[in-house]
DNA sequence: AATATGACTGTCT
DNA sequence: AAGACAGCCATAT
């Protein structure tokens, strides 16, 4: 298992993520240590932060649903568009937009 | 090898 | 509600 992979497995949990829905770091985090191994919330935005313009990163947000970073304009405009539950507080309605990511299972037959 | 840093999180003030 | 503090884990210097 290579840091590689970690990132290969983030990165698919992200996509696994539908329209309208969103999670966490610490979910992913969660999702991926299960095959993975030790990781954590830190690793999941590390990666993000190289390879997340690969993928929808706007459906990753922080535990309390707020965007991640810069780009948080960008973000809203995402959410509006894919109909992601809004909350007038400035973040995503966690309740009924959180996506619990499944684990890929090191994707190996 | 030790220290600093980061797209994090939970608790306390 | 917002800021401070402390855990946590992999990389970079």
């Known amino acids: 298992m290579d840091s590689e992979d970690y990132v290969e497995l983030v990165l698919t949990c992200v996509e696994r993520v539908p329209p309208a829905r969103v999670t966490t770091y610490g979910a992913i985090a969660e999702a991926v240590g299960e095959v993975y191994g030790g990781g954590g919330p830190r690793q999941v935005g590390r990666v993000m932060s190289q390879h997340g313009g690969a993928v929808p990163w706007w459906r990753v947000v922080h ?10 304009g960008t973000a809203r405009q995402a959410y509006l568009a894919e109909g992601t539950p809004w909350r007038p507080s400035g973040r995503v309605d966690m309740d009924t937009a959180f996506w619990r990511p499944a684990p890929p299972a090191t994707m190996a037959p």
């Open 63 to 72: 535990a309390d649903g707020s965007p991640p970073t810069c780009h948080d």
